[in-house]
């Protein structure tokens, strides 16, 4: 069962899947909901002010990050072929598989097996994965090839 576009050219074998995802589950739709308070003033990166007046309301981080509970799960990222687009080693992906996969968007993939997240570049009926790293190759998916994408990449959580 061929999974890629049926007129896609030979993949580049000197390409390597650059960026490694390793799975931390699915967001649960029972989550409980943790609203920390967010403030509707903007923070200077300067001089601090107050800013208890400013306080708008609380900030859930599942309801702005995950649109779709059901079909959401989280992974994090090994590798640095997505630095370009604040992709970094060790952030978590927010992934949703009900989101397509349309051309431009970043998605996490598996490539004969193997686990990676890139742009998916979908043009003149050929297939890539596309690092935002300009030390990493384009990847061409061969139709020869098994491309399963598992979603689309919606968020990125990192601590600073």
Not at 15 to 29: A, K, L
Not at 131 to 138: G, I, S
């Amino acid at each position: 069962m061929k999974t890629v576009l049926d007129h896609v050219g030979p993949l580049d074998r000197s390409c390597e899947v650059s960026c490694r995802v390793d799975f931390m589950g699915r967001v649960s739709q029972h989550s409980e909901v943790l609203a920390l308070p967010f403030y509707l003033h903007r923070i200077p990166a300067g001089f601090p002010s107050p800013a208890d007046d400013y306080l708008e309301t609380g900030l859930d981080l599942n309801g702005l990050l995950v649109r779709n509970p059901a079909a959401t799960f989280m992974v994090r990222v090994s590798g640095d072929s997505m630095i370009g687009v604040g992709i970094h080693d060790g952030d978590i992906l927010v992934v949703d598989r009900s989101e397509t996969a349309a051309h431009g968007k970043i998605v996490v993939a598996a490539l004969d097996g193997e686990m990676t997240v890139k742009r998916l570049h979908l043009k003149g009926g050929r297939c890539r994965l596309v690092p935002e790293n300009k030390a990493f190759q384009p990847i061409q998916v061969g139709t020869e090839q098994d491309l399963q994408v598992w979603g689309v990449v919606v968020g990125v959580v990192r601590r600073v």
